[in-house]
């Protein structure tokens, strides 16, 4: 078995916010990420697929091909986006970085023409990683 991490960066605008509550409380639930007008980070993702090496290839997969499939299904869906308002995948869901991480696996699970989604990895800051194996 060989796994194979494709990283991606993508920036991205967001507010952690439930309705009903005021400003204030959000604040205290959220701290700065519940900021009413917004506010930006820098993720980086990282994606790994796990398979057997094809001896004909000697590929697990074509890496073009997962960098293009993460890219249509992910990146351009949230790159320099409001993840509240912009993302189809995200509607209706508290843009948390553990939301994020779940969606983006939804996003990809089906999608990995050989091997297997292993995990997803979804640096929110240099200190702070959140990562989803699908249960
Ligand atoms: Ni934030």
């Known amino acids: 078995m060989v796994y194979i991490t494709r990283r991606e960066r993508f920036s991205a605008a967001h507010r952690l916010y439930k309705t009903g509550l005021s400003d204030e409380e959000n604040f205290k639930l959220y701290g700065l990420c519940s900021n009413p007008n917004w506010h930006g980070h820098n993720y980086v993702l990282e994606v790994v697929v796990k398979g057997e090496v094809d001896p004909e290839t000697g590929?697990?997969?074509d890496l073009k091909d997962l960098k293009e499939i993460i890219r249509k299904r992910v990146i351009e869906k949230v790159d320099h986006?409001?993840?509240?308002?912009?993302?189809?995948f995200m509607k209706?869901?508290?843009?948390?970085?553990?939301?994020i991480t779940i969606a983006?696996?939804?996003?990809l699970v089906d999608k990995i023409p050989k091997g297997a989604l292993h995990s997803v990895k979804l640096f929110e800051t240099e200190n702070n990683y959140f990562e989803y194996k699908g249960e």
């Open 59 to 61: 590929y697990l997969l």
């Open 81 to 88: 986006k409001n993840l509240n308002l912009d993302t189809d």
């Open 92 to 99: 209706g869901i508290i843009p948390s970085a553990e939301n």
């Open 104 to 107: 983006i696996w939804n996003q």
